[in-house]
Antibody, heavy 120, light 108 residues
Framework: QVQLVQSGAEVKKPGASVKVSCKASGYSFTNYWIHWVRQAPGQGLEWMGTINPNGGNTDSAQKFQGRVTMTRDTSTNTVYMEMSSLRSEDTAVYYC?????????????WGQGTLVTVSS | DIQMTQSPSSLSASVGDRVTITCRASQTVSTYVQWYQQKPGKAPKLLIYAASNLEGGVPSRFSGSGSGTDFTLTISSLQPEDFATYYCQQSFSTIPFTFGGGTKVEIK
């Protein structure tokens, strides 16, 4: 069965960086784009960006460009999202999600989420 | 960016009620709209894709409709497990793939 397993919670100071991982299993890793979506406490969902594991090309929302880097490791079927220059407003649960088969940009399978807390 | 505006932001309903949630796009998105259900502390779950297609395993009391700019999620007979927050999302534009602000369905 398809599974996306994310790394554990992180606590970071303002200005630091964080790298969240998302390990995929149960399907052909390079066949489906992976997206990153975040949710601040008590708030809605915000799409951040996406990576094509087949080639590593990425796209991201303008507000995250220059601060978010998405990469993948095909030897371990893992994608990574690294965010730099963290500020308190980046405190959120970060989710990875996989496209639905034959439907691009429909978020079918989700990771369990990774809480990133930014606090001095 | 395409804005997705959901209404209401919250509602109270009883078990067995018919519930309707609407989502309006700031420009046409054809039928490239999805609906997700999220329960506290959990990841969102895909309910409806491409405006009206029921995801496998989702109960048939859920349905979606609409095209262009106006979309609707309907729960025909609300069940206890349906109390949650619901989000629409558009996938028409290249990026960003925006979500609505959410509708919290609470017990009356």
């Amino acid at each position: 069965q398809v599974q996306l397993v994310q790394s554990g919670a992180e606590v970071k100071k303002p200005g630091a960086s964080v790298k969240v991982s998302c390990k995929a299993s149960g399907y052909s890793f390079t066949n489906y784009w992976i997206h990153w979506v975040r949710q601040a406490p008590g708030q809605g969902l915000e799409w951040m960006g996406t990576i094509n594991p087949n080639g590593g090309n990425t796209d991201s929302a303008q507000k995250f460009q220059g601060r978010v880097t998405m990469t993948r490791d095909t030897s371990t079927n893992t994608v990574y999202m690294e965010m730099s220059s963290l500020r308190s407003e980046d405190t959120a649960v970060y989710y990875c999600a996989r496209d639905k088969e034959n439907w691009n940009d429909v978020f079918h399978f989700w990771g369990q989420g990774t809480l990133v807390t930014v606090s001095s | 960016d395409i804005q997705m505006t959901q209404s209401p932001s919250s509602l109270s309903a009883s078990v067995g009620d018919r519930v309707t949630i609407t989502c309006r796009a700031s420009q046409t998105v054809s039928t490239y709209v999805q609906w997700y259900q999220q329960k506290p502390g959990k990841a969102p779950k895909l309910l409806i894709y491409a405006a009206s297609n029921l995801e496998g395993g989702v109960p048939s009391r859920f349905s979606g409709s609409g095209s262009g700019t106006d979309f609707t999620l309907t729960i025909s007979s609300l069940q206890p497990e349906d109390f949650a927050t619901y989000y629409c999302q558009q996938s028409f534009s290249t990026i960003p793939f925006t979500f609505g602000g959410g509708t919290k369905v609470e017990i009356k």
